[in-house]
């Protein structure tokens, strides 16, 4: 796992922003991995930016949703298909025949789990997935305890997780109490995850993730057990670390070869 500390959150959003170009230079038809939320915001501004200028090419790109809430209507604006469609799908110029997503409106919930995770296999597999990390320790929605080996599925969010997501709603009786998540077991079969945490709220869960142990109870911690795995910090978000002297030694040391 590397640990990139940087100054600020537009720092740590073009710093990933620039390993995606990088990437859809390499492979143009790369399954993008995307993440909703207020913390990935800067990557998706950045990657817009160079489209915009004409410096990158996503035209080709695919892109696949981490989580989506359950029961929400079609089309509602807080749905993540939604918010992807609004942040990624549109400002880099894709259609929506280059996304996937799984179906929080299914009849047979667990069917369409099992659907999604099986999609994601036949497209290849995802090359790089954004992760954020909850206050919790949770990435996607997989809530502390959650298995370490889970696929795609059903999930039930804890109040913490609802009172933090509550502010994307009118109210915190507004936010579903259901989930469809890829599986930590899922989430680790990208090639690449990219983990971005800003502020000092998810410091402790950074702190827990990056030196604490592997356990079900900080679910970000399976980071740990991924080949290729970048933990994107700024210095609020850094402030719990105890190696964080020792990690910016590392990065400054890194050769500019390796890449993010």
């Known amino acids: 796992m590397e640990i990139v500390i940087v100054p600020d959150a537009a720092a ?7 390993a995606i170009a990088d990437l859809l230079t ?22 817009a930016a160079r489209v915009q200028a004409g410096t990158l090419d996503a035209s080709r790109a695919r892109v696949c ?13 807080e749905s993540y298909r939604s918010v992807v469609l609004r942040e990624v799908v549109g ?13 929080g409106n299914a009849q047979d ?6 659907d999604y995770d099986r999609a994601l296999a036949e497209a290849g597999g995802v090359d790089l997935q954004l ?30 997780t609802r009172e933090d997501n509550a502010r994307f709603f009118d109210s915190l009786d507004d936010v579903p109490h259901h989930v469809l998540t890829q599986g930590i077991g899922t989430i680790l079969e990208a090639r ?3 983990l971005l945490a800003t502020g000092e709220a998810k410091a402790e869960a950074v702190a827990l993730a990056v030196e604490g142990p592997l356990s079900a109870m900080v679910p970000a911690s399976a980071l740990q057990l991924h080949p290729h795995a970048t933990v994107v910090v ?13 990690f910016r030694d590392t990065y400054a040391a890194k050769p500019a070869w390796q890449g993010l």
Do not use: W
């Not at 740590?12 to 620039?18: P, Q």
């Not at 320790?137 to 889970?150: K, Q, R």
């Open 12 to 18: 740590g959003g073009s710093l990933i922003a620039a």
């Open 26 to 47: 390499d492979k143009p038809d790369a399954l993008l991995g995307v993440a909703t939320g207020s913390t990935p915001t800067p990557i998706y501004q950045a990657l």
């Open 65 to 77: 949703q981490l989580d989506e809430y359950v029961g929400l209507p079609a089309g509602h604006p």
């Open 91 to 103: 400002p880099l110029g894709l259609t929506e025949a280059s996304f996937m997503g799984p179906d």
């Open 109 to 114: 919930i667990a069917a369409a789990a099992a």
């Open 131 to 160: 992760l954020g990390i909850g206050t919790d320790g949770h990435i996607g929605f997989n809530e502390p305890c959650s298995s370490l080996a889970s696929r795609t599925r059903i999930k039930t969010l804890t109040r913490q």
């Open 192 to 194: 690449h995850l990219v």
């Open 234 to 246: 700024d210095e609020a978000a850094a402030s719990g670390l105890k190696l964080a002297d020792y």
